[in-house]
């Protein structure tokens, strides 16, 4: 076939950098971000951070270079993700839940040039600088975002509208030569280990941004409450999707049920998403101060392990529509989505009043493929929902691999497939659902048994706050499930009541915990159960406790 030619004309690097520029020409006049009594149009925006990647430029960070941030959803933090891909730069948005320790670890393997740090959290910073001076490694220059009282900043520090003043109108925007050229770096919670850095690139991040909006059925000029965290996954593409759509950004530094609520009245959110604790907040407000009529349609989006169906009907009764995704880092957030529905149908095994239909759904339209395959023999399971095998996907929104560790990268991409190490089950309908992480199932007598299961089950308890299901050594099945639980406040139990709770529910026996202890489950700096260390406490106490026995955690 003759007659055709790849060139300039038919041909540009995909970056989610373009969407600001067509945003300025589009939607110019429109307001893009608001903070408080604050708020910029789109050409304001595109104008601030076009002098931010200048200034970049001329404090000497070049092309390829790294440029970390520790801010919470301050119109500056939203500002970085396009001034620093802008400059040709890479950006990592950094957990702010990190202790000085575990941030000066990540800074050693991250080897910023730059580093935005709120005023807020000045004081962490500098204590993970203080530590990386005692290991003999330079810190990176800071850049101080607000004001603060702290009287002892490091040398060199920069005030962030200082930069901006230093910046060119007229500077000469970088885009990548290469599409896949990286454009930011998130760290996983490690949970599982030690957190992994994950390699963006511009095209998957372009891409991503457009399957977020067809995914949540986005339109145009949508108004965002950024009640997610914009160093998960880059706020799940967010702040990119919404300069493609021309939408209104609503900042927040910190988020409350109160602050959800007047948001919507005031702004006409349409759209925010986060962890499914933010169903908790929403459903725990008081209602005769706080509910309201919903002047908008709200699609609230979360991934995770789901609350009680309790809590997800209060929610969903004050006029949420609520949509659960499933994914991780390496996806770019979440890669499938099933809208929570709820039915008056009666489940024999559940005496709530509602049946919550909650799958993982389909993926996105842009990722290729996603499956549940044995990873020996990487052959699909059938759609049976009980037979269990690994989750895996491949498409044009996986992340390039992780930060200087080619090993690691190697071993979770095999024969075209990234293997999540999380098993699931596919439903007859094609549906996935996920049933454990890999490193968390247990098995017992031969048989898989899904720990989130069996959570699932027992945060339902009124009395239960939070809950973790691990395997404890067992000389005759293997494994059996041991439970640790925290109460809500002011209740007490016994582990007898949560097994007989299990029972009332017609778990099958190989789910219901042999062990239950109470206390405050060990987390690690992002929130994450570490469930490493509560399978070497059940160690100690599988061979010496009853079924009836409560323990302290």
Not at 209 to 216: E, K, M, P
């Given at each position: 076939m003759e007659g055709y030619s790849k060139c300039e004309a038919n041909f540009v690097p995909l970056s989610p950098i373009s969407f600001l520029e067509r945003a300025t020409f589009v939607y110019g006049k429109s307001l893009s971000i608001i903070y408080n009594d604050m708020s910029y149009t789109w050409k304001e925006t595109r104008d601030r951070c076009v002098k931010l990647a200048s200034a970049l430029s001329i404090i000497g960070v070049n092309p390829g270079k790294v440029v970390a941030t520790f801010a919470p959803n301050t119109p500056a933090h939203y500002e970085l993700?396009?001034?620093?891909?802008m400059a040709g730069a890479i950006l990592s948005a950094l957990n702010t839940s990190l202790d000085p320790p575990a941030l000066a670890t990540t800074l050693q393997q991250l080897e910023p040039?730059?580093?935005?740090?709120?005023?807020?959290?000045?004081?962490?910073?500098?204590?993970?600088?203080?530590?990386?001076?005692?290991?003999?490694?330079?810190?990176?220059?800071?850049?101080?975002?607000?004001?603060?009282r702290c009287t002892v900043v490091p040398m060199n520090t920069l005030d962030y509208n200082d930069l901006l003043s230093l910046g060119k109108d007229d500077f000469k925007i970088i885009h990548p030569n290469d599409e896949c050229d990286p454009i930011s770096i998130n760290f996983t919670s490690g949970s599982t280990g030690k957190p992994k850095g994950v390699v963006y690139?511009?095209?998957?991040?372009?891409?991503?941004?457009?399957?977020?909006?067809?995914?949540?059925?986005?339109?145009?000029?949508?108004?965002?409450?950024w009640t997610v965290d914009m160093f998960?996954?880059?706020?799940?593409?967010?702040?990119?999707?919404?300069?493609?759509?021309?939408?209104?950004?609503?900042?927040l530094r910190e988020?409350?049920?109160?602050?959800?609520?007047?948001?919507?009245?005031?702004?006409?959110?349409?759209?925010?998403?986060?962890?499914?604790?933010?169903?908790?907040?929403?459903?725990?407000?008081?209602?005769?101060?706080?509910?309201v009529v919903m002047p908008t349609r709200v699609d609230v989006i979360v991934a995770g392990p789901l609350p009680s169906s309790e809590i997800i009907l209060k929610v969903?009764?004050?006029?949420?529509?609520?949509?659960?995704?499933?994914?991780?880092?390496?996806?770019?957030?979440?890669?499938?989505?099933?809208?929570?529905r709820m039915s008056d149908q009666k489940e024999e095994n559940n005496d709530e009043r509602v049946k919550i239909r909650c799958r993982e759904g389909t993926h996105n339209i842009l990722m290729e493929n996603v499956d549940v395959k044995d990873p020996e023999t990487m052959t699909s399971v059938p759609s049976d929902g009980n037979t269990i095998g690994e989750i895996m996907f491949r498409g044009n929104t996986v992340m390039l691999g992780y930060l200087k560790n080619m090993e690691g990268t190697q071993n979770v991409f095999k024969g075209g497939w990234y293997m999540?190490?999380?098993?699931?089950?596919?439903?007859?309908?094609?549906?996935?659902?996920?049933?454990?992480?890999?490193?968390?199932?247990?098995?017992?007598?031969?048989?898989?048994?899904?720990?989130?299961?069996?959570?699932?089950?027992?945060?339902?308890?009124?009395?239960?706050?939070?809950?973790?299901?691990?395997?404890?050594?067992?000389?005759?099945?293997?494994?059996?499930?041991?439970?640790?639980?925290?109460?809500?406040?002011?209740?007490?139990?016994?582990?007898?009541?949560?097994?007989?709770?299990?029972?009332?529910?017609?778990?099958?026996?190989?789910?219901?915990?042999?062990?239950?202890?109470?206390?405050?489950?060990?987390?690690?700096?992002?929130g994450k159960v570490l469930k490493y260390v509560l399978r070497?406490?059940?160690?100690?106490?599988?061979?010496?406790?009853?079924?009836?026995?409560?323990?302290?955690?």
């Open positions: 993700h396009f001034g620093v891909p040039q730059v580093i935005f740090v709120d005023h807020q959290y000045i004081q962490t910073v500098g204590e993970a600088f203080k530590l990386l001076s005692h290991d003999k490694t330079s810190p990176p220059r800071l850049v101080l975002i607000g004001i603060t690139s511009h095209r998957s991040a372009y891409l991503n941004s457009l399957a977020v909006i067809f995914r949540y059925d986005m339109k145009k000029m949508p108004v965002f409450l998960r996954c880059n706020g799940w593409c967010f702040p990119w999707a919404l300069a493609a759509l021309g939408g209104t950004n609503v900042c988020v409350t049920a109160e602050v959800i609520f007047h948001s919507i009245v005031i702004h006409k959110v349409t759209h925010l998403c986060g962890p499914p604790m933010i169903l908790d907040k929403i459903a725990s407000s008081k209602t005769n101060e706080q509910r969903k009764k004050f006029g949420f529509d609520i949509h659960h995704g499933y994914g991780m880092s390496e996806a770019l957030g979440p890669m499938t989505n099933m809208s929570l999540t190490r999380d098993l699931g089950v596919r439903n007859p309908d094609g549906n996935i659902v996920m049933k454990d992480r890999k490193l968390d199932s247990i098995v017992t007598n031969g048989e898989i048994v899904s720990t989130i299961d069996i959570e699932r089950i027992i945060r339902t308890h009124p009395y239960v706050k939070e809950v973790a299901v691990v395997g404890k050594p067992d000389n005759v099945l293997g494994e059996t499930p041991c439970a640790f639980v925290t109460l809500k406040d002011d209740y007490s139990l016994s582990s007898s009541c949560i097994i007989k709770f299990c029972q009332e529910k017609s778990l099958p026996r190989s789910m219901i915990p042999i062990n239950v202890c109470f206390g405050t489950l060990p987390m690690n700096s992002t070497e406490r059940a160690k100690t106490i599988g061979s010496i406790l009853g079924a009836n026995v409560t323990l302290t955690i």
